[in-house]
């Protein structure tokens, strides 16, 4: 089993940045890969970002290319999303994802099966 513990969601202004934190514990050393998705009020879940655990490969969702940044830091089991020029379409609750190879290379990096942990979710929202 994997935990997984968001932190860093908030209340901000259009045009600013924003870091999120996920810190995971328990059986990490299974860990294949991090995500990050989000989910709007009445919106399916969608994929955002998402990183290797080993290596440096990271996949982005185009409408947030260019904007947010998805980094780890193997020594504190923590991964980031860095969110920068924030827009109000942005307001969700964000939550991190990790999954296992087997998943990931069966079902790629983008899809919300691909990963078998969550966490409970931190929210962002972004005012205009």
């Known amino acids: 089993q994997v935990q997984l513990v968001e932190s860093g969601g908030g209340l901000v202004q259009a045009g600013v940045s924003l870091r999120l934190s996920c810190e995971a514990s328990g059986r990490t050393d299974n860990m294949y890969a991090m995500g990050w998705f989000r989910q709007a009020p009445g919106k399916e879940r969608e994929f955002v970002a998402s990183?290797?655990?080993?290596?440096?490969?990271?996949y982005y969702a185009d409408s947030v290319k260019g904007r947010f940044t998805i980094s780890r830091d193997n020594a504190k089991n923590t991964v980031y999303l860095q969110m920068n020029s924030l827009k109000p379409e942005d307001t969700a609750v964000y939550y991190c994802?990790?999954?296992?190879?087997?998943?990931?290379?069966?079902?790629?990096?983008?899809?919300?099966?691909?990963?078998?942990?969550w966490g409970q979710g931190t929210q962002v929202t972004v005012s205009s």
């Open positions: 990183i290797r655990w080993s290596g440096s490969s990271t």
């Open positions: 994802a990790a999954g296992r190879l087997g998943y990931i290379t069966t079902f790629g990096y983008r899809e919300r099966r691909s990963y078998e942990y």
